[in-house]
């Protein structure tokens, strides 16, 4: 059975894309066979594996999460291979935009989990690169993951809206009965020597009460550039900090979800 993380904040240009790309990278490269949901229609997370160039392609001939989501379309058939081996994606669509009108069905929130049940022995981890919003979307993926990582950009405001953030956990957990855990928080674009820096580890420390991960992503300009070539910056450039912070987070996961499996199998949570 997959192990289902959902990578969320609701402020954009926290890094989340940026994590869900490059931990499935590293996790491929661990020997992992990984499926990223691109679940935000600004589709950042398709152009990032893809290209441009293969994305508009993709968009024109194939069907996307939002023919999943919104249409009768197999999970199946939407999943697409990437430029990075062992990783593939099930692509966004810019009308997800949409979603909160057109998933207008009850239990609209459990649908994902449900069209995910066909892919949960073909991959170990999934990933779903959330938007930045607390709307339809970001509760369907709320409701299909076993765990969540919540990506903290080292700035000043960082951890303003988390306390809305961790009462929508405990909302799916409660009302909509569904065991979802907070894995984490992961502190992203951050220098040691900024004072402010600093600060924001220690205040998440206290946060979050401990629940925050030893790796920090380091501001790396690689991790910036690695987009525009539509490759992971594991492959973009396999020695920079960026790829060795990504590789450090990939083994925190993976220990994480190996302690967490056997004190309660992923079976089990389903």
Request: one cysteine or more.
């Amino acid at each position: 059975m997959a192990e289902i993380i959902a990578v969320i904040n609701q402020k954009g240009g926290s890094g989340k894309t940026t994590t869900c790309v490059n931990l499935g990278a590293g996790l491929a490269e661990a020997g992992q066979r990984v499926l990223i949901i691109d679940l935000d229609p600004q589709r950042n997370a398709t152009l990032h594996l893809l290209g441009k160039e293969k994305a508009m392609s993709l968009w024109q001939n194939s069907k996307t999460v939002y023919d999943v989501l919104a249409k009768d379309c197999p999970a199946t058939e939407a999943v697409a291979d990437t430029s990075a081996p062992g990783v593939k994606v099930l692509p966004s669509h810019i009308s997800l935009a949409g979603a909160d009108l057109e998933l207008n069905v009850i239990g609209r929130e459990k649908i994902l989990r449900d069209k995910l049940r066909p892919l949960a022995g073909e991959f170990d981890y999934i990933l779903i690169d959330c938007s930045s919003s607390i709307g339809v979307l970001t509760l369907n993926a709320l409701c299909a993951a076993h765990s969540v990582i919540v990506t903290l950009q080292a700035e000043y405001l960082a951890l303003e809206g988390m306390s809305q953030l961790i009462n929508t956990l405990e909302l799916v957990r409660q009302r909509l009965e569904w065991p979802v855990e907070f894995m984490g928080a992961l502190i992203t674009f951050y220098d040691q020597r900024k004072l402010l820096c600093q600060q924001v580890a220690r205040r998440a420390e206290e946060h979050f009460k401990g629940q925050v991960f030893r790796t920090k992503i380091r501001d790396n300009v690689k991790l910036a550039e690695a987009p525009s070539h539509g490759i992971p910056a594991m492959l973009y450039d396999p020695v920079c900090h960026g790829t060795e912070d990504y590789r450090n987070l990939t083994q925190e996961v993976m220990d994480y979800v190996e302690t967490r499996t056997r004190r309660q199998p992923i079976g089990a949570v389903r």
